[in-house]
């Protein structure tokens, strides 16, 4: 069962340029797997707008605000619908202190002129253009996505101990992947694009879906990694063929050793198995 898509509501004000940008901004979002929604494309004549934004800013994993100069004018005077969804957006982040479900968008203009008053202090994503934009869009799309990003590990002052986040001396051979970067980075391009990534205090690197459910997880065992995939019996499934054996009590099948992109493969074919044929 794929997970589901993150759902994302855009709250901006109406102006014919900004209309235009912000039904292909929700396109682009849709095009790499978030589930965006615009009022352009949901209301229609006869509904009633007050709560059609209030069940959006209520029920949507994200709030993207498109911090214009008009955006903030309306905001701060609470005028129209964006004076409205500025009544909603500041009593969720009082009531739930959820902070990081808004995040502002800075489309036009200095990003002071467009920050309405409760929103100041935020970190901002820049979309005006100019060399940032690229790199800003992709940072956006892991946000979304659940993708954290991950610290780098605290070294230990023990000569004789292996990093697992250390990579490979770079050479023309293939890379070592009983290192642990090299093995994450394949994993990344082997599994489904959606999943997010989530390294611990151990360094037990794993992989989730948007439902926060731990689906691969890749550790250091001894001189090498091991990575294991989760059975999708955790689901209740009854037509899972893995036996009561292969599987521990938190429905992980058993680990397997990594050494190379064969063993790679060997899992993102596990993988496919478990969370599709054998999810059906």
């Excluded at 340029?17 to 352009?40: C, H, M, P, T, Y």
């Excluded at 982040?93 to 902070?99: D, G, Q, R, V, Y």
């Excluded at 101990?161 to 994450?184: C, F, Y």
């Excluded at 429905?251 to 050494?259: D, P």
């Amino acid at each position: 069962m794929a997970p589901k898509p993150p759902k994302v509501f855009i709250s901006y004000a109406w102006e014919d340029d900004v209309n235009e940008w912000v039904s292909k901004f929700a396109l682009g979002l849709r095009d790499n797997g978030i589930d965006a929604r615009i009022d352009q494309w949901e209301t229609v004549f006869g509904d009633h707008l007050t709560e059609y934004m209030e069940r959006s800013i209520r029920e949507n994993d994200f709030v993207l605000i498109i911090c214009t100069p008009l955006y903030r004018k309306k905001a701060d005077g609470r005028a129209g619908g964006v004076g409205y969804e500025g009544h909603i957006i500041t009593a969720e982040i009082f009531t739930t202190a959820n902070h990081r479900k808004f995040i502002p968008i800075i489309l036009k203009g200095k990003s002071n002129l467009g920050l309405p008053s409760f929103l100041q202090g935020k970190y901002c994503c820049d979309l005006r253009g100019g060399s940032n934009q690229s790199k800003n869009w992709e940072r956006l799309l892991n946000i979304l996505r659940g993708r954290t990003v991950e610290l780098p590990p605290i070294r230990s002052a023990a000569a004789n101990e292996v990093d697992v986040n250390r990579p490979p001396e770079e050479s023309d051979e293939d890379p070592d992947l009983s290192w642990g970067a090299s093995l994450i980075e394949a994993l990344r391009e082997e599994l489904p694009a959606e999943l997010g990534v989530v390294l611990s205090a151990t360094n037990v690197t794993t992989f989730i879906d948007s439902q926060r459910l731990q689906r691969v997880k890749a550790y250091q065992y001894q001189d090498h990694c091991k990575v294991r995939v989760r059975c999708s019996r955790r689901w209740g499934l009854k037509n899972c063929k893995h036996g009561i054996k292969s599987r521990n009590a938190q429905f992980w099948l058993e680990a397997l050793r990594v050494e190379d992109d064969n063993d790679v493969n060997r899992i993102a074919m596990l993988y496919d198995y478990e969370w599709g044929n054998c999810a059906i």
